[in-house]
């Protein structure tokens, strides 16, 4: 990384804030499902619901995950023109950011069922 890379980091660029909002919102919705968060971690689901009361827990979900996608254009403009990123920068901040799902989608039991289908694809 450059030195100008290093500056416009310190400044939030579109491209890092992208994935923080990514890993944030699919950490609450993968939270939400099991834990008793008791508003101790500031979840993002809590909030929109208190901010938005005549709103259901359905309705707070899917305002994130329409967050997420916006986040995911935002990220994907982003690497699309570089800007002051390298583009080895880029491809690991896609990689990141496609490795929240996966890390976070996991049913009831506890499971990441992608993750489990994915390394059982590789081993088979």
Known sequence: MTKESVDC??????MVSSIAKILRLWDDLGSAKDENQEGFDGSYMECYLKENPNSSMEGARKHMKKMISDAWKSLNKE??????????FAEASLNGARMVRVMYDYDGDHRLVDLEEQVNSLLN
């Open 79 to 88: 690497c699309l023109s570089l800007g002051p990123f390298s583009k080895s």
């Open 9 to 14: 980091v310190e400044g939030c660029p579109a």
